[in-house]
């Protein structure tokens, strides 16, 4: 099994920026790819960004640009650093795992979500 805690969620403006952690941990050689995904109210969860263990990452179209994810194999954390904001990025992003070694691949293991509410 693989544990995956978040942390960095919160309250911004929008035209704002966060910075999403998450570490891993237990049977960690098992994974791969790595990534975020969120989910707003009413909605499915959806892709953020993924990278796998070797660096190649995939966005989701409507964050490219303003988000960037980030990987330490070394200290098994990943990092999703959101700027310019906008209030439609509000939702609970999730802190995934996947076995898979592709950057969007459907995840094995979550986090328990962390809030990120942008304000107008």
């Known amino acids: 099994q693989v544990q995956l805690v978040e942390s960095g969620g919160g309250l911004v403006q929008a035209g704002g920026s966060l910075r999403l952690s998450c570490a891993a941990s237990g049977d960690i050689f098992s994974i791969n790819a790595m990534g975020w995904y969120r989910q707003a109210p009413g909605e499915q969860r959806d892709l953020v960004a993924g990278?796998?263990?070797?660096?190649?990452?995939n966005y989701d179209t409507f964050v490219k640009g303003r988000f960037t994810i980030s990987r330490d194999n070394a200290k098994n954390t990943v990092t999703l650093q959101m700027n310019a904001l906008k209030p439609e990025d509000t939702a609970v992003y999730y802190c995934?795992?996947?076995?898979?070694?592709?950057?969007?691949?459907?995840?094995?293991?979550w986090g328990q979500g962390t809030q990120v509410t942008v304000s107008s």
């Open positions: 990278i796998t263990k070797g660096g190649t990452v």
């Open positions: 995934t795992a996947a076995r898979a070694a592709v950057a969007f691949a459907w995840p094995d293991y």
